[in-house]
């Protein structure tokens, strides 16, 4: 399992606008994140994207066998919505 984009922005829309919104607190990564697309290629920083897009790690987690953690960004962060991530439940539930 890797990062993952929040299952109600699984649009290229809504998922770029939560990007470009989240900017301001990339800023320090900044130059470090462009210096790595321009190493990709716009072709393959747009390829992984899409990949993003279609995963849906929800769907593997109930398949999972051992205790799993499962992390989300601050709630103050537009990519992780303040409910948790979708598919996950605290322990002793």
């Known amino acids: 399992m890797s990062p993952t984009i ?3 922005a699984r649009d290229r829309r809504v998922a ?3 990007w470009v919104r989240e900017l301001p607190h ?3 990564m900044l130059p470090f994140m462009l210096r790595d ?3 990709a290629g716009i072709r393959r920083a747009m390829h992984t994207f899409e990949l ?3 995963d849906e790690p929800e769907a593997r987690l109930p398949l999972m066998t051992m205790p799993t953690l499962v ?3 601050a709630s103050s962060t537009p990519s992780c919505p303040s409910s948790g991530p ?3 439940r605290r322990k002793g539930e």
Do not use: I, Q, V
Request: charged share 20%.
């Open 37 to 39: 697309y321009a190493r």
């Open 71 to 73: 992390t989300c960004a």
């Open 86 to 88: 979708a598919g996950t």
């Open 26 to 28: 990339e800023l320090p």
């Open 16 to 18: 770029l606008a939560r």
């Open 52 to 54: 993003a897009l279609a």
């Open 6 to 8: 929040d299952p109600s």
